[in-house]
């Protein structure tokens, strides 16, 4: 008996060494449909576990090709073998993805060919020649599509100091026509009004687009910045910030940088739009937004910056 235990022992460790290590699953990314402004459903497929439980299935995406789930995934809420659909929402207008389904076991993680698609472009509503966007916002204002300079939403358009109407090849202090102004002084020369906003014709909006095109105000600004849900993205090889309002229309801000001297500072990695309002406290200051991936805020800007400078429309 004592020797058909030992037997029976022998053999199962002899089976149990023999069992073959699992390996990676095998997946594919069969296909992307249903495409609109901002939502899409993509297809994966587990064809074979590998030999063992599939843990997790569905598909990783992103803005620059070859995603990993160390990006953007979205789990399928089965697991296993089979097909799947996952649906993506939230996505950002005339934006293109690149998608993979994955699946993963304790072999670890596989994934299918890539895909991609190209959401489509939002609906726009044109004044004048320029795009707007209703975003919802409490006080009804519109907000611009593009940068003043730019024609879509991605480029970067034209740079403008506090109070000028023109770009420049160089942006110095000695070269700003309100640089070092108080608040009397920039009423009584005529660059704000009496609400402490600079008039029509040193605003760059205006000055540029016509129409009822302006400048947003400090007041504006912050309303944006309080209002809307701001995410920090890629919108066709361009970063910078998508920004969507409360009925789930959204504009794209592009990390333009800013003009110092005759330099582009921190294209890429910031943005800082202009508003029409000078500081109460800084003579050489107005306000601006201004954005990266540390913060998101107003601040008092030096006015002899080249800035951006996002229209709206009331």
Excluded at 25 to 49: F, N, R
């Amino acid at each position: 008996m004592k020797k058909l235990s030992l037997f029976l022992v022998a053999l199962t460790m002899i089976l149990f060494s023999c069992k073959p290590e699992a390996e990676k699953p095998t997946v594919t990314t069969k296909s992307v449909g249903e495409v609109t402004e901002t939502t899409a459903k993509v297809v994966g497929q587990v064809t074979a576990d590998g030999g063992a439980d599939v843990t997790e299935r569905g598909v990783c995406w992103s803005t620059d090709g070859t995603p990993t789930i160390l990006d953007y995934r979205v789990k399928d809420v089965d697991g296993g073998l089979g097909s799947y659909d996952v649906v993506f929402t939230d996505l950002v207008p005339n934006t293109q993805y690149y998608v993979r389904a994955y699946a993963t076991n304790e072999a670890g993680t596989s994934y299918g060919d890539e895909l991609s698609f190209t959401t489509l472009e939002e609906e726009i509503n044109e004044i004048d020649g320029h795009g707007y966007v209703d975003l919802g916002l409490p006080s009804g204002l519109k907000w611009a599509t593009c940068n003043v300079g730019a024609n879509a939403p991605e480029e970067y358009g034209d740079y403008f100091a506090w109070g000028e109407t023109r770009t420049k090849e160089t942006y110095y202090s000695d070269n700003n026509s309100t640089y070092g102004l108080s608040i009397l002084q920039l009423q009584s020369q005529g660059y704000i009004d009496g609400e402490g906003n600079l008039t029509s014709q040193y605003d760059a909006a205006r000055a540029n687009w016509g129409g009822d095109w302006r400048m947003p105000t400090k007041a504006e600004q912050e309303e944006l910045l309080d209002n809307c849900t701001w995410t920090l993205t890629t919108q066709n090889g361009v970063k910078g910030c998508n920004v969507e309002g409360p009925n789930g229309n959204s504009i794209f801000l592009p990390a333009a940088g800013f003009r110092s001297g005759s330099w582009l500072d921190y294209a890429g990695s910031s943005g800082s739009y202009q508003s029409s309002t000078p500081s109460e406290s800084y003579s050489s200051n107005a306000y601006g937004l201004s954005f990266n991936s540390f913060i998101l805020d107003m601040y008092h800007n030096f006015r002899d910056f080249g800035r951006s400078v996002r229209p709206v429309l009331e």
